[in-house]
């Protein structure tokens, strides 16, 4: 968790499908790049900016993320989002983040990281998995 500090940035991008439309989740809903898809590309930039860093055995796990959508993005557009380590206590780590499609910003908000050891979190995940009959 050294290598971990504020500054540390990622980034993601993808080009706006149908499927990453609000309609796509309800027909009466907008054809355009969804909130879902906005912070599912946002979670993306965050495990960029972190997961370089983490010693082998260690990833990191999405625990609070508040967004703000803040314009519309047609299908065909190019969204991109960047995640910056805002604060590191222990093993949470604090992001802020950005989006913008190839014309202005479309989303900002803050999200939280929890570092956890990925042998012992599949472990239990499966054991999960398992009591629901999965």
Do not use: C
């Not at 906005?38 to 993306?44: A, I, K, N, Q």
């Not at 495990?47 to 999405?62: D, E, I, N, R």
Request: net charge negative; charged share 20%.
């Amino acid at each position: 968790m050294e290598n971990i500090h504020p500054g540390l940035e990622g980034e993601s991008s993808q080009i706006v499908t149908v499927e990453l439309t609000a309609a796509s989740h309800d027909k009466d809903l907008v054809a355009a790049y969804g909130t879902p898809a906005l912070v599912g590309l946002m979670e993306t930039a965050a495990h960029y900016a972190v997961q370089p860093h983490l010693p082998k055995g260690q990833t990191s796990v999405g625990i609070e993320i508040q967004v703000k959508h803040l314009a519309a993005t047609p299908v065909g557009g190019n969204v991109r989002a960047r995640a910056v380590i805002t604060a590191v206590e222990g093993s949470t780590i604090q992001l802020a983040l950005e989006a913008w499609d190839d014309v202005e910003k479309i989303g900002e908000g803050t999200h939280t990281r929890f570092v956890v050891d990925q042998e012992r979190f599949y472990k239990r995940f499966e054991q999960k998995r398992a009591k629901m009959n999965l």
